[in-house]
């Protein structure tokens, strides 16, 4: 039996539903507060557990956990109320011109990062100057400064920014932008033209967080300084893609490798791999350690401690929020000595995520992050029954010359090659329905670039290390760095420049996906039974359909037909012919 996946499946559900059912809050807590009740009953009753009698419990709390991230009532005095439309800058020290529609305000940073030439800083509003007067505010910011801040939390700052609520541009099918900052707390946005027009004016003291990011900025400038490849090594260590070219992004994504770019569960199991390696060549090198500890869960903990370092690292960015949580699931049941099973982990992990940001179901890195490991343990021991074949079953001439080649297939090349698969299986449609691309190349490009990028990683955590021991040591482990980067960089470019190495496609609709996934869980289960036999033939029966419909049905109006998108600074038209065209 597996509860938790239940349980998370109750919760996700709620979570979608609550836009679909308006409940007032007194009906939805008398609901949620019957389906509690009703757990005491069942026990006295002395009936066995059922999954079915818990799930009602957390498909209400889904609903209320998203309600109360989503139905926000601002106070008056918070800085989304206090916007102007226009206005002057009254009585402002930080410059003699005062520009139409700016204010001035008092703040306290809670975060800042560096991208590209820009800065976003996200700030917790204290005052707003009005009339000469400084009047107490409140709520959280996303401050733009077009220039570099090296902004600590916890520092105090005076600017002088454009603010404004945060709004999309009214295109259908867009990134909901307003959303996804509504749902992190953020009402109000802000532009600030000029440094000069950010200043620091003190600090309320250092705290963890502060030093963290001091820690994160010191790697920052270590690599950027020493470091021809900084953009991509900042990337791979401290979750900085300020520094990747546009040239370089795309090559990634043409060749489904920009997750190498993305801290997220490859870079944890290679840092939490490594460390692990590390603990045990050195226990194994003393008889008595052997002996007085259990060598295996000590390099389990030191596995786990260098994990939640680099996390923290990274600045725990959402991605690496999900792997950590997994991998700490899993050396937990392993230092608790209990088996763990792998749906359960993950049912827990994504349980602990959503219980904090329910928000998080609606992130890409979410769905891509669970998709992929979900697919991994389920395919690749599918996979392996297929591909591997017993040695009992077939007569080796050979077997002594072929012995080291079947282990290097079976035990290195085989698996990253079915885990690779996996993986693009489970996020292919999802891929597709967020960015309208699959990349036909990936499953050689990721097979070639990911070791070289975890030779990368490695050796740049170690350089980064050193350089707060002895620089000149930390810089000489930069130069291999540096060679294994370049070689990445051609491996992807020679993936990306091949033809079709990547293809738009549409954006699919759920009910497609949906089908996409059943389908590959029908063909994988095919020998297990004659009714997945009849379900995959219907199911490709009403895919290719839905695939003939598509292709040959009419235009769907019979007249011209000019839609206006909005691109920010102008305005785009999209003219459809009743031909078709467009």
């Known amino acids: 039996m597996r509860p938790l996946v239940y349980i998370l499946f109750a919760y996700v559900a709620g979570i979608l539903s609550a836009s679909l059912f308006a409940l007032a809050p007194a009906l939805l807590y008398l609901l949620f507060s019957i389906s509690v009740l009703i757990l005491p009953v069942f026990y006295l009753l002395k009936r066995p557990f059922k999954p079915a009698i818990i799930m009602p419990c957390f498909f209400f709390l889904g609903i209320i956990a998203i309600n109360a991230r989503t139905n926000i009532e601002l106070p008056p005095d918070h800085i989304a109320?206090?916007?102007?439309?226009?206005?002057?800058?009254?009585?402002?020290?930080?410059?003699?011109?005062?520009?139409?529609?700016?204010?001035?305000?008092?703040?306290?940073?809670?975060?800042?990062?560096?991208?590209?030439?820009?800065?976003?800083?996200l700030v917790d509003v204290k005052q707003i100057s009005r009339n000469g007067r400084w009047k107490?505010?409140?709520?959280?910011?996303?401050?733009?400064?077009?220039?570099?801040?090296?902004?600590?939390?916890?520092?105090?700052?005076?600017?002088?920014?454009?603010?404004?609520?945060?709004?999309?541009?009214?295109?259908?099918?867009?990134?909901?932008?307003?959303?996804?900052?509504?749902?992190?707390?953020?009402?109000?946005?802000?532009?600030?033209?000029?440094?000069?027009?950010?200043?620091?004016?003190?600090?309320?003291?250092?705290?963890?967080?502060?030093?963290?990011?001091?820690?994160?900025?010191?790697?920052?400038?270590?690599?950027?300084?020493?470091?021809?490849?900084?953009g991509v090594l900042n990337a791979l260590v401290i979750a900085d893609k300020g520094g990747l070219s546009r040239k370089t992004r795309a090559?990634?994504?043409?060749?489904?490798?920009?997750?190498?770019?993305?801290?997220?569960?490859l870079h944890i199991a290679i840092v939490g791999g490594f460390f692990y390696a590390v603990a045990m060549f050195f226990l194994k090198r003393a008889e008595y350690t052997l002996l007085a500890v259990n060598a295996k869960k000590v390099a389990v903990g030191a596995a786990l401690i260098s994990i939640l370092i680099y996390a923290t690292m990274a600045d725990f960015p959402?991605?690496?929020?999900?792997?950590?949580?997994?991998?700490?699931?899993?050396?937990?049941?392993?230092?608790?000595?209990?088996?763990?099973?792998?749906?359960?982990?993950?049912?827990?992990?994504?349980?602990?995520?959503?219980?904090?940001?329910?928000?998080?179901?609606?992130?890409?890195?979410f769905q891509l992050t669970f998709a992929a490991v979900l697919a991994i343990a389920y395919l690749v021991p599918r996979l392996t029954e297929i591909f591997v074949q017993k040695d009992a079953d077939k007569e080796l001439k050979n077997l002594k010359e072929r012995?080291?080649?079947?282990?290097?297939?079976?035990?290195r090349l085989l698996p990253a090659i079915l885990v690779t698969l996996s993986s693009?299986?489970?996020?292919?449609?999802?891929?597709?329905?967020?960015?309208?691309?699959?990349?036909?190349?990936?499953?050689?490009?990721?097979l070639i670039a990911i070791p070289?990028?975890?030779?990368?990683?490695?050796?740049?955590?170690?350089?980064?290390?050193?350089?707060?021991?002895?620089?000149?040591?930390?810089?000489?482990?930069l130069y291999p760095t540096d060679l294994l980067t370049m070689g990445l960089s051609v491996v992807i470019s020679f993936f990306a420049s091949l033809p079709f190495s990547s293809v738009w496609v549409s954006t699919p609709t759920l009910t497609e996906l949906s089908l996409f996934y059943m389908i590959c869980y029908v063909a994988f289960n095919f020998n297990?039974?004659?009714?997945?036999?009849?379900?995959?033939?219907?199911?490709?029966?009403?895919?290719?359909?839905?695939?003939?419909?598509?292709?040959?049905?009419?235009?769907?109006?019979?007249?011209?037909i000019v839609d206006y998108l909005s691109v920010g600074q102008g305005e785009s038209e999209l003219i459809r012919f009743p031909n078709g065209q467009t």
């Open 251 to 265: 090559a990634f994504a043409a060749t489904g490798t920009s997750h190498i770019l993305s801290i997220s569960g």
């Open 403 to 411: 012995s080291a080649m079947d282990r290097f297939y079976k035990n």
């Open 136 to 230: 107490d505010a409140t709520g959280k910011t996303l401050i733009t400064v077009n220039g570099k801040i090296e902004a600590l939390p916890n520092d105090t700052v005076r600017i002088l920014a454009r603010l404004y609520k945060p709004e999309n541009f009214g295109n259908p099918g867009e990134y909901d932008y307003k959303s996804h900052l509504n749902m992190s707390g953020i009402f109000a946005v802000g532009y600030v033209k000029s440094p000069s027009y950010f200043i620091i004016t003190g600090s309320n003291g250092r705290s963890i967080t502060s030093f963290i990011a001091q820690t994160r900025s010191t790697v920052r400038r270590f690599l950027t300084d020493n470091s021809k490849e900084h």
């Open 81 to 121: 109320n206090l916007i102007r439309a226009s206005g002057s800058v009254e009585d402002s020290s930080l410059v003699r011109l005062k520009p139409d529609g700016y204010e001035d305000i008092k703040c306290v940073v809670l975060t800042s990062e560096i991208i590209g030439t820009r800065s976003r800083v």
């Open 452 to 477: 070289i990028s975890a030779c990368i990683l490695v050796l740049t955590l170690l350089s980064s290390a050193l350089s707060f021991l002895y620089e000149p040591i930390a810089v000489i482990l």
């Open 318 to 365: 959402y991605a690496t929020q999900r792997a950590a949580g997994m991998a700490l699931v899993i050396a937990l049941s392993l230092l608790m000595a209990r088996g763990h099973d792998i749906y359960n982990s993950l049912a827990f992990a994504a349980l602990a995520i959503l219980a904090w940001t329910p928000t998080a179901l609606r992130e890409i890195s």
């Open 424 to 446: 693009s299986i489970g996020v292919s449609p999802i891929l597709a329905y967020h960015f309208h691309r699959v990349a036909l190349t990936g499953l050689l490009a990721n």
């Open 528 to 560: 297990r039974g004659r009714y997945y036999r009849y379900a995959l033939i219907l199911l490709i029966t009403i895919a290719v359909t839905d695939v003939i419909y598509l292709t040959a049905r009419p235009a769907a109006h019979a007249r011209l």
